[in-house]
């Protein structure tokens, strides 16, 4: 009975077929250079539709004109010559979704990268609507750096935009990766996106990810220097698109831009190539947009929407320290706040080079851990104090005991903060470092021994209170008699050391 419905219903599909021809309108090429082609002949275009040359190259419509387009070429500019064949696919930019795309390397169209098959179910455009703001709930959830000094004084939540800017060679990936190899305890899907970058750098970060076991849920899309600028353009909105298929289904996901100072560069070199007008350091005028567009897309959605989101960390690098350039200035008013790298703290060894004075989060002590919340309260003030005494300090020999004591306690807690690359820190650890750092425990530790003695801290204090860990790495929370606790076995450890 059943094969009788099957062959009725493939007996009707036969019957009400009606075979004609696939019309395909076909334009010409009348200019390519430079990765550039104008067209002529090939009406009712869409913005970011793909394109196909003869002998299969593909280009993105960028410009449109009542007769044609301009259209800027993904790859194989080479090949495509004045007269040149065209046709629409009426196809937007698109990029595949879904699981299958954890621990892969992608480009920005959805060709992988790392040598293997690629089977996706989904697509999504690259250009997607940014959620509505009734879509959305305020930020209330952290997302954990693993960086005492991210984490104590620049909280960032779920759903925040939080931009680390810096001049080159200062630490701004390090931070970033850092804090997708910290993920690996937590729920979070990861996209690393990379723009422009040399591609031994963008294997030395799929090398990190790796060895750190953080590839298992980290997607990585990848557009380098020698790819063309469309691509590069692109990169950043597809992989947007791949953390949006995560977001809907109720994850939360961390994306990783680095960086858009280079984003905003190959868009400028589009936009001057097809011959539009320049503004303020030769940028169109709509480079605001090309920035706000997608970061906004990063979003907390409300529970009725699935609950889902999406927390940026857009890098953007900054020539000399100058964060009120044009570029820099811009994607500041987007974000929630910065984490400023300053090189003149780098270079003196402090690493993570956190300029505490110029970073800010935005969303702040809402979204922080209620134990992290209890003990990092006055960090930031104290460390101000310090660097302002510092410069005083440097002029005199002669200081008063009262000044003295806090030159030591401000060195002793910029020593603190200092951490080693690739080693993020729980939630306990943290909140232990504060506590021993109030208590004096580091008094006296030269800085060279810092590295060492933290360790060791860390070690005997996990032994001597494994359950207070446990209650504060799973809950967030320190209940009065853990924070006893936890005071005791500080005290217990530091009169061992004198002794």
Do not use: W
């Amino acid at each position: 009975m059943e094969n009788m419905k099957i062959s009725a219903f493939l007996k009707n599909q036969i019957n009400s077929f009606h075979p004609g021809p696939v019309v395909y309108r076909k334009g010409t090429v009348v200019k390519s250079g430079d990765g550039v082609v104008r067209v002529n002949q090939l009406p009712g275009r869409l913005y970011g539709e793909l394109l196909e040359f003869d002998g299969g190259v593909f280009g993105m419509v960028f410009d449109l004109d009542e007769d044609g387009a301009g259209v800027v070429l993904l790859d194989g500019d080479d090949r495509v010559k004045v007269g040149d064949g065209v046709k629409g696919t009426d196809v937007v930019a698109e990029v595949p979704v879904g699981k299958e795309l954890l621990g892969r390397v992608i480009d920005p169209i959805g060709r992988p990268l790392d040598g293997k098959p690629l089977e996706a179910n989904e697509f999504y455009p690259a250009e997607r609507p940014a959620p509505a703001i009734i879509d959305r709930r305020p930020v209330d959830t952290p997302m954990m750096t693993g960086l005492l000094s991210v984490d104590s004084m620049i909280p960032i939540g779920r759903g925040q935009r939080e931009l680390i800017i810096g001049d080159r060679q200062t630490g701004k990936t390090t931070i970033a990766i850092d804090s997708i190899i910290n993920q690996k305890n937590s729920d979070m899907v990861c996209v690393y996106c990379a723009i422009g970058q040399k591609a031994s750098s963008v294997a030395g970060v799929i090398d990190t990810l790796t060895k750190a076991g953080a590839m298992k849920y980290t997607t990585v899309v990848a557009a380098t220097a020698s790819d063309s600028p469309a691509m590069q353009y692109l990169a950043p909105y597809c992989a947007c698109s791949v953390a949006e298929y995560f977001e809907a289904q109720g994850k939360d996901v961390l994306i990783v831009y680095d960086d858009l100072s280079k984003h905003a560069v190959a868009y400028r070199t589009i936009s001057l190539l097809l011959l539009r007008p320049p503004g303020r350091e030769a940028f169109p005028g709509d480079i605001f947009y090309l920035h706000s567009r997608l970061l906004e897309r990063s979003a907390c959605l409300s529970h009725e929407n699935g609950g889902g989101s999406i927390t940026a960390l857009p890098i953007i690098e900054t020539s000399a320290g100058d964060i009120s350039a044009y570029i820099p200035t811009n994607v500041i008013s987007i974000t929630d706040g910065q984490i400023y790298l300053e090189s003149d703290l780098f270079l003196s060894g402090v690493r993570p080079a956190v300029n505490t004075g110029l970073s800010v989060s935005r969303v702040g002590q809402a979204a922080q851990y209620p134990a992290m919340k209890a003990v990092s309260g006055k960090l930031r003030i104290e460390l101000s104090q310090y660097r302002e005494m510092a410069v005083f300090a440097r002029f005199g020999s002669d200081v008063d005991p009262a000044t003295r004591r806090m030159l030591d306690r401000g060195e002793t807690l910029v020593n603190v903060f200092k951490q080693n690359r690739n080693a993020p820190y729980s939630l306990f650890d943290e909140v232990s470092l504060i506590e021993a750092y109030k208590a004096d425990y580091f008094a006296g530790v030269k800085s060279k021994e810092f590295p060492s003695e933290i360790k060791a801290f860390l070690s005997a204090l996990e032994e001597a209170v494994p359950e207070i860990k446990k209650e504060v790495n799973e809950s967030g929370k320190m209940s009065d008699e853990a924070k006893t606790g936890l005071e005791e076995a500080i005290k217990k450890l530091a009169d061992g050391k004198k002794s």
